[in-house]
């Protein structure tokens, strides 16, 4: 069964520093996410992500926040310069025509 | 704007007892619903969606979900509680058509299976 992937499953960074967390969607989905949950609270959703431009985003995702598709593939987010705030789960999602799926992943601790 | 609201932070029930976690929502429209599981250190699984149709969903593991329009409700449910089905569960909404196509999540329910 096809799943949306994500690397690294744990990024240690200090605070300033950048960091790109990389996701692989599915392979037929068009619309990307990225969600973020801080721990112990809700899921957040940061940003969505169609036809290789930004449809939506949330007042989280700032000036410090970006997203690429630079290949056919990987799906980025791009946080310039990390604050301890940051440290939280960040989730990758692809979506079929209803649902989306989400991969495992990444524990930013910001430091 | 979309808001979902799950009003226990934690559920607690004797395995093989039938389980309810709550939810209701706000959106302006129609709704799609969904609920997804969080085991410790995983990502989000998902379990079920209401689109559209019969308001009583069946989705994995054995879990339904009841979607009622006029209570805004999708109370997800199971007969016979396993011990393995502890874990956080979140109910999502998301508007159908438009342009908030991102999903919206409830706090989350710590459900607690005892043995």
């Known amino acids: 069964e096809p799943e949306v992937t994500q690397t690294p499953s744990h990024q240690v960074t200090q605070m300033g520093q950048e960091v790109i967390l990389r996701c692989v969607p599915i392979s037929n989905h068009l619309y990307f996410y990225w969600y973020r949950q801080i721990l112990g609270q809700k899921v957040e959703f940061l940003v969505s992500?169609?036809?290789?431009?930004?449809?939506?985003k949330s007042e989280i995702f700032d000036d410090q926040f970006s997203v690429e598709r630079p290949d056919g593939s990987n799906f980025t987010l791009k946080i310039r310069s990390t604050k301890l705030e940051d440290s939280a789960m960040y989730f990758c999602?692809?979506?079929?025509?209803?649902?989306?799926?989400f991969g495992p992943g990444t524990r930013l601790t910001v430091t | 704007a979309q808001s979902v609201a799950q009003p226990e932070d934690q559920v607690n029930v004797a395995e093989g007892n039938p389980l309810t976690v709550k939810c209701t929502y706000s959106v302006s429209g129609n709704p799609y619903l969904f609920w997804y599981v969080q085991y410790p250190n995983r990502g989000l699984q998902f379990l079920l969606k209401?689109?559209?149709?019969?308001?009583l969903v069946k989705g994995s593991y054995g879990f339904e979900a009841e979607f009622n329009k006029s209570q805004t409700s999708f109370h997800l449910k199971k007969p016979s509680a396993l011990v393995s089905d502890s874990a956080l569960y979140f109910c999502?909404?998301?508007?159908?058509?438009?342009?908030?196509?991102?999903?919206?999540f409830g706090s989350g329910t710590q459900l607690t299976v005892l043995p």
């Open positions: 999502a909404v998301r508007k159908v058509g438009g342009s908030a196509r991102q999903l919206t």
């Open positions: 992500f169609y036809n290789n431009e930004i449809s939506e």
């Open positions: 999602a692809s979506r079929d025509l209803y649902e989306q799926y």
């Open positions: 209401y689109i559209t149709g019969d308001n």
